[in-house]
């Protein structure tokens, strides 16, 4: 059957381009017709009036999508997660030297009190606001920001400005000052800092360790009348994403091709072979802050993912939802995984993670082994010495 999926040119869209030249989508019997969008909002839109088929999508913006938040209600589903981390936050050099001067150690709480400082001095001067862009308002891009910013005391609303820009165009902006720093996915925050647009200052694994990124995402009428399509399109996709992991650098080159990320290859590798400066001292982040596309159960759509990303979006009062645990079993659809993938995995004996979170690596029970998942903490927000 032919579907047809759309994209965004991100790194973590290899499993789909692994699909598609190794022959997995083939082999599962499907005419898959792959289609680039450049920003999120007309991805959204196309799948919406049914130009499209399927998509990877934000993890958020697909219950945004289910509410009706901000354009068209149409129910979304998803029974696939695309991976797990890569995002980073990069600035532009003077933010860098800014950061530089006002931090008083390398780790993440201590830049973001390092910002708030120069925040509250541009404030106190009479300067505008600095300028963050984000992909889109719900994402996790925008949560990791705001989680970071909010760890030392800062309101993202109102002490900085918050913009929306599509993920290729960011390297641009910050090269032409438009914009102050941004939180992206990869590669744009390799090609910002290797080519001295900016400074990738931290991943999005300091704030959130294996965050669940992109998912994908089908309209509830579409899968309910192409169940066995959808089924082949979960297969395909998992045993691409299992290749991707298993063989990540030869894998990685199918995207500088100019039909994918038209991005130099060494680019596109460099987070994952330790080439990617970070922080404040350009030390190389380790490569496992970066894409997971198998490992931990990353394509599992874990329930608990949903409920904690509308947690995120309540706290940021974009939406008010009571029922969270209905409608995250609404969009996560656990049961069309087990259903496709039965064959090809271990699969949890229950559809959420538990709430505590993780230093280290640690199991659930699974059938017919244990299901091996990996760190998950979160950064921890400072306390207020004058409030405890």
Known sequence: MKVRIGYMPLTDSLPLAVAQEAGYFA??????????????????????????????????????????????KKPLATAFSMGLNGNGITVSPMLFQGLCALSEGPTANDMANAMNKLVAARASSGEDPLVLAVVFPFSCHAYQLRHWLSVAGLDPDHDVKLVVLPPSQMVDHLRMGHIDGFCVGEPWNSLAALTGAGHCILSGYQIWENAPEKVLAVSRDWVARNPETHRALLRALYKAA????????????????????????????APFSQRLPGGLTGQPFPAHHFHVFAGFHANFPWRSDARFLLE?????????????????????????????????????????????????????????????????????????????
């Open 312 to 388: 995120e979006m309540q706290r940021w009062r974009q939406c008010n939802l009571e029922e969270k645990q209905t409608f995250a079993a609404q969009c996560y659809r656990t049961d069309l995984f087990r259903d496709a993938l039965a064959d090809l995995t271990s699969l949890p004996l229950m559809d959420s993670k538990p709430d505590e979170r993780h230093a280290g690596h640690w199991q659930l029970p699974g059938e017919p082994k244990p299901v091996e998942l990996g760190p998950d903490r979160l950064l921890k927000v400072i306390e207020d010495p004058a409030e405890s």
């Open 27 to 72: 082999a599962e019997g499907l005419d898959v017709e792959l289609q680039p969008e450049w920003s999120w909002a007309s991805l959204r839109d196309r799948l919406l009036v049914g130009q499209l088929d399927a998509a990877p999508m934000l993890a958020p913006m697909l219950m945004s999508t289910s509410l009706g938040l901000g354009c068209i």
């Open 242 to 269: 299992c290749y991707a992991d298993e063989n990540l650098v030869d894998s990685l080159s199918l995207l500088a091709h100019p039909a994918w990320l038209d991005v130099p290859e060494e680019i596109i590798r």
